[in-house]
């Protein structure tokens, strides 16, 4: 995914986000494990100045034939939100979303 708000000031200091919206309309962050008859299904992030990507594959590390489209939120934080927020606990995704009012 193309993002031009990810930029090298934010993946230094800063942090980016990525949310999935599931086929029920629920929202959760991911990285995420999703347990599927008897495997798992996970979505791992990464970013990198200019985009972010988002891989796919089952807990046995194969690639899944994927039939339905995925809904994904990117949310890119400047580093100078640490300093002005510092109620926000930076390793907990749902605190960094509260604390910044992200609306899925």
Same mark, same amino acid.
């Given at each position: 995914?193309?993002?031009?708000?990810?930029?090298?000031?934010?993946?230094?200091?800063?942090?980016?986000?990525?949310?999935?919206? %599931? +086929?029920?309309?629920?929202?959760?962050?991911?990285?995420?494990?999703?347990? =599927? +008859?008897?495997?798992?299904?996970? *979505? =791992?992030? +990464? %970013?990198?100045?200019?985009?972010?990507? =988002?891989?796919?594959?089952?807990?046995?590390?194969?690639?899944?034939?994927?039939?339905?489209?995925?809904? *994904?939120?990117?949310?890119?934080?400047?580093?100078?939100?640490?300093?002005?927020?510092?109620?926000?606990?930076?390793?907990?995704?749902?605190?960094?979303?509260?604390?910044?009012?992200?609306?899925?």
């Amino acid at each position: 995914m193309s993002f031009s708000d990810i930029t090298q000031s934010v993946i230094d200091n800063g942090a980016v986000l990525v949310y999935l919206k %599931a +086929s029920d309309g629920s929202i959760g962050q991911i990285p995420v494990n999703i347990p =599927v +008859s008897g495997n798992s299904v996970n *979505f =791992v992030p +990464s %970013a990198e100045v200019g985009s972010a990507t =988002v891989e796919l594959f089952l807990g046995d590390y194969q690639i899944p034939n994927v039939s339905i489209n995925y809904e *994904f939120k990117v949310v890119a934080i400047d580093g100078t939100a640490r300093i002005t927020h510092p109620e926000i606990n930076w390793n907990d995704p749902l605190s960094i979303s509260k604390g910044l009012q992200i609306s899925m």
